[in-house]
Antibody, heavy 120, light 109 residues
Framework: EVQLVETGGGLIQPGGSLRLSCAAS????????MSWVRQAPGKGLEWVSV???????YYADSVKGRFTISRDNSKNTLYLQMNSLRAEDTAVYYC??????????????WGQGTMVTVSS | SSELTQDPAVSVALGQTVRITCQGD??????ASWYQQKPGQAPVLVIY???NRPSGIPDRFSGSSSGNTASLTITGAQAEDEADYYC????????????FGTGTKVTVL
């Protein structure tokens, strides 16, 4: 079964760090592009970061310089290292598998999400 | 970065047809993908590309596009279609790869 399972969320103080993990099964993370998408309480979806199969990475302006996306091919797992956390980073964080064509992109597989709460 | 704008909320009578729109400059170059999200659940892809449905998505969901506007149509809405719907596409501004729409809450009456 193709599946993504996120772990690592929790309550963290402002300025702290947290690492989210996303374990994949049924497909190979390194053969696909993978993204993190977050959703603040009561708000819409916000794209956060992507890592392509070749290793290139990109970030939303709101997290650039503070978050780092990576993957461990041996563990078939995606990560999001979050540093210098702020209250506005409070959200459910989803990992998602990308699927693209010449003129479209889509996220066809999503994890169940992990909640990150930044508060003192 | 580019923005994708959606109406905040729409309602539809049971069994009737509803169209949800998504506007943005990037849609002149790229097709939108559409996601359904029910409370407390992860988003689910319902339409991608020109008008493609993943396996398991009912054929009452369809997509279309014209100019800078993409549309998701639910023909014969069912009670279980009540959810939030988000569009998504590449970001043609070149600053960031992807962008999500603001979301539309669909209520089935």
């Amino acid at each position: 079964e193709v599946q993504l399972v996120e772990t690592g969320g929790g309550l963290i103080q402002p300025g702290g760090s947290l690492r989210l993990s996303c374990a994949a099964s049924g497909f190979t993370v390194s053969s696909n592009y993978m993204s993190w998408v977050r959703q603040a309480p009561g708000k819409g979806l916000e794209w956060v970061s992507v890592i392509y199969s070749g290793g290139s990475t990109y970030y939303a302006d709101s997290v650039k310089g503070r978050f780092t996306i990576s993957r461990d091919n041996s563990k078939n797992t995606l990560y999001l290292q979050m540093n210098s956390l702020r209250a506005e980073d409070t959200a459910v964080y989803y990992c998602a598998r990308g699927y693209s064509g010449y003129d479209f992109d889509a996220f066809d597989i999503w994890g169940q999400g992990t909640m990150v709460t930044v508060s003192s | 970065s580019s923005e994708l704008t959606q109406d905040p909320a729409v309602s539809v009578a049971l069994g009737q047809t509803v169209r949800i729109t998504c506007q943005g400059d990037s849609l002149r170059s790229y097709y939108a993908s559409w996601y359904q999200q029910k409370p407390g659940q992860a988003p689910v892809l319902v339409i991608y590309g020109k008008n493609n449905r993943p396996s398991g998505i009912p054929d009452r969901f369809s997509g279309s596009s014209s100019g800078n506007t993409a549309s998701l149509t639910i023909t014969g809405a069912q009670a279980e279609d009540e959810a939030d719907y988000y569009c998504n596409s590449r970001d043609s501004s070149g600053n960031h790869p992807y962008v999500f729409g603001t979301g539309t809450k669909v209520t089935v009456l």
